[in-house]
């Protein structure tokens, strides 16, 4: 029976293979990624040329790149896209240079990397559409990033969510295509910057925007949408208030639809004499059951509003006059006072029609 021949010769030594080492000079989505799972090995780093160098110019998604992977990712779709491990929470390395251009996405890119601090301002993002959750977590981030085009992008949901010490000019991004910032800014306690003339006509979502950004105190005199006006007035009656301007100077001014806005809520009096109510068209049940509210709103516009029905009903302190109104002849006011204490002049319709 013949013996088979042993691997190596007696004395001879083992030579493993040399790992095979990835080519930075053209990266594609995949090879990048495998690039720096070899970074992220010391054996295998040495063979790499500086991360400074590499060329990214054909990268298209550079999603949770370096975020850290954390146990809690573990069976989900985050795990396989993280390369990083908590091992390589410390990253700081100089990519400024890099190419990105072609890339489309950068969610979580740098979630969790508490020290990296790197200038990225020269980085084109016109393509990028979502950079929710970017710098999550990267609280030793702050540098200028002005000069970013912004334009493209539709989700900005946590992108600076607990970066701590983010603290730059960017009330110049165009973000009117932006339709979530929701917890944008929240925890991001150095944050003070104007961003009053950002267009946020597109955001339907903006809950707990500044929530923890403690010291944010810039009134934004934006437009508000219903869906905003809806979440800010909830959080207003909730005493929730941190990183919202004070309710009365709220910009109301492309608002249509008011209905149920302070609905059943008792102790709801604050003043808001100045909101823009020109573009309402529905106030209906708009204070219905809002037995403290009493403020003088006999200078608001309503002539677009079709719907008042129940509009004061149960408002029992209401008692402030109303006869410079002027209504729509199709106006419902259905049960409009019905309820409540209501004693001063009505609202003058356009036509003689009686309020019901």
Same mark, same amino acid.
């Given at each position: ?5 042993? =691997? ?11 790992? #095979? ?5 053209? #990266?594609?989505?995949?090879? #990048? ?122 989700? +900005? ?23 979530? +910032?929701?917890?944008?800014? =929240? ?73 149920? #806005? ?21 106030? +209906? ?72």
């Amino acid at each position: 029976m013949e013996e088979e021949a042993p =691997a190596t010769e007696p004395g001879e030594e083992t030579c493993e293979a040399a790992p #095979l080492v990835v080519d930075c000079t053209a #990266l594609t989505n995949e090879t #990048l990624r495998l690039a720096l799972k070899q970074w992220s090995s010391d054996e295998e780093r040495a063979a790499l040329p500086p991360m400074a160098t590499w060329n990214t110019s054909a990268v298209t998604n550079m999603s949770a790149l370096f975020c850290v992977r954390e146990d809690w990712m573990e069976g989900r779709p985050e795990w396989d896209r993280c390369v990083l491990s908590k091992l390589d929470a410390g990253f700081d390395e100089d990519i400024s240079a890099w190419d990105t251009s072609r890339v489309t996405t950068m969610d979580r890119m740098f979630s969790g990397q508490a020290a990296f601090n790197q200038s990225i301002g020269s980085w084109r993002v016109d393509n990028v559409v979502d950079m929710r959750w970017m710098f999550h977590g990267a609280s030793s981030f702050n540098q200028d990033l002005s000069g970013w085009k912004c334009d493209n992008v539709t989700d +900005m949901h946590s992108m600076f969510n607990g970066a701590k010490a983010f603290n730059q000019a960017i009330g110049n991004w165009d973000v009117s295509s932006v339709t979530d +910032m929701s917890c944008m800014f =929240a925890g991001a306690a150095a944050f003070n910057q104007e961003l009053g003339d950002w267009r946020v006509d597109k955001a339907t979502n903006t809950e707990d925007m500044f929530k923890g950004a403690s010291a944010f105190d810039i009134d934004r005199n934006w437009g508000l949408t219903n869906e905003t006006l809806r979440d800010w007035t909830r959080r207003w009656c909730d005493s929730d208030h941190e990183g919202l301007p004070h309710i009365s100077t709220w910009n109301t001014s492309k608002v249509t639809d008011m209905s149920s #806005l302070f609905h059943c809520d008792d102790g709801f009096n604050d003043d808001i004499s100045a909101w823009d109510t020109s573009s309402v068209t529905t106030m +209906m049940n708009m204070f219905n059951g809002a037995k403290a509210f009493n403020q003088p709103i006999g200078e608001w516009r309503v002539d677009n509003v079709t719907n008042m029905s129940n509009m004061f009903r149960f408002a029992s302190s209401f008692d402030q006059p109303l006869g410079t109104w002027r209504l729509r002849a199709n106006c419902k006011t259905l049960r409009m006072f019905e309820g409540s204490n209501f004693r001063n002049s009505r609202p003058v319709k356009a036509s003689c029609c009686a309020i019901s």
